[in-house]
């Protein structure tokens, strides 16, 4: 009986042993998890100094990735993002890095030496989409017709504070950023017509399922067709 006592007594030793090791196992994981994910979500950030709505400066800690060239130009673009305190509570997460992660801003390179071009001139804005527009035939794109945008403002690192979206259309180059309409409470879809001069949205906006139709020259409005009414309750 005691040898039996005895071997129970390791058996209860052993598992003991065992179980303390695999918590030690659990928790190394998540430390190094931890410091794997800080290091991975600190990659490509900067730390931007500029000046605040009280006019003091205020630094805000920005990621610079994703360069992109525009087919049919020399201009490359880039997506400025930044980690939203709380996570991204605004209806839309456009940053590459996860849900916590908003693209803020959108910077133009051209060639040569010329000096970069901000799209906006604070980082105060969700930028759900960033969407280079073209023709697809047969497999192939056409050069970029124009960028287009979903926005809405809020101050940085502020979430729930934009619920509305505004969609827009700039210049390959930067330039002649234009709101599409006040703000709808989204967009459904876009679509480029196949002689590349006409973008389509359909849009939800007060009660309504709207199709708007604008110029890819002018950036003016052409139509507006009613779809259907909603369900308001």
Known sequence: MSEQNTFFRW?????AIGGLC????????WIAGS???????????????Q??????????????????????????LIKVESEDEGGNKVGFSSGGYGAAFTTRNVIFLEAGNGVARWL?????????????????????????LA???EVARGKAGETGAA?????????????GYTELGKPVSRVLDNVVSDDGKTLGLLVED???????????????????????????K
């Open 35 to 49: 410091i794997s994910s800080r290091q991975w979500r600190g990659r490509n950030t900067v730390e931007v100094e």
């Open 22 to 29: 695999l918590l030690l196992a659990i928790a190394y994981v």
């Open 51 to 76: 000046a605040g709505r009280n006019g003091r400066k205020q630094v805000q800690t920005l990621r610079f990735d994703g360069l992109e060239s525009i087919k049919g130009s020399a201009v490359q």
């Open 120 to 144: 906006f001139p604070d980082n105060d804005q969700f930028i759900g989409k960033v969407s280079k527009l073209c023709v697809c035939e047969d497999g192939k794109e056409s050069d970029v």
């Open 206 to 232: 007060k009660g309504k399922l709207l199709y708007r139709q604008f110029s890819l020259e002018s950036f003016a409005q052409l139509s507006e067709r009613l779809v259907t009414q909603l369900d308001r």
């Open 163 to 175: 619920s509305r979206v505004v969609p827009a259309l700039v210049r390959t180059d930067g330039n």
């Open 11 to 15: 058996v209860y030793r052993l598992l």
């Open 147 to 149: 960028i287009y945008l």
